[in-house]
Nanobody
C-alpha cells in the first residue's frame, strides 16, 4: 500500500511560478515511476509529466519547456516546478505511482488556479 500526499497548490498570476511536491509513504520499495497529472473542469484527466525509475522523463507538449519534474530520492519526494504559468494550466493536479492512467496509487489532488 502506498499513500501520496501532494503539497498545497494555490492561486498564481499568469506568468508566475509554483512548485508542487508529492511525498509518498508506505511501501516505497514498490515505487518506480512517478507521474503528475491534471484535470481541468469539464475535461478529461491528462498526463503532465513522468519520471521513470531509470530517471528518464517525459512531458506533455502543453507543458514542455515550462514545467520540470524532479525527484529527491533522499527525501522520497517528487517535485513539479511550474514556470510561465498560463490560465489554461488551471486544474486539479495529481501525483501517481505510474506513467499512465493505469497507475495504481493516486494522491487526492491539489488545486492550481492561474489568473489572467
Amino acid at each position: 500500500q502506498v499513500e501520496l500526499a501532494e503539497s498545497e497548490g494555490g492561486l498564481v498570476q499568469a506568468g508566475g511560478s509554483l512548485r508542487l511536491s508529492c511525498i509518498p509513504s508506505g511501501r516505497l520499495d514498490t515505487i518506480n515511476n512517478m507521474g503528475w497529472y491534471r484535470q481541468a473542469p469539464g475535461k478529461e484527466r491528462e498526463g503532465v509529466s513522468c519520471i521513470r525509475g531509470d530517471e528518464s522523463i517525459v512531458y506533455s507538449d502543453s507543458v514542455k519547456g515550462r514545467f520540470t519534474i524532479s525527484r529527491d530520492n533522499a527525501k522520497n519526494t517528487v517535485y513539479l516546478q511550474m514556470n510561465s504559468l498560463k490560465p489554461k494550466d488551471t486544474a486539479a493536479y495529481f501525483c501517481a505511482t505510474g506513467c499512465s492512467d493505469s497507475a495504481l496509487y493516486w494522491g487526492r489532488g491539489t488545486q492550481v488556479n492561474v489568473s489572467s
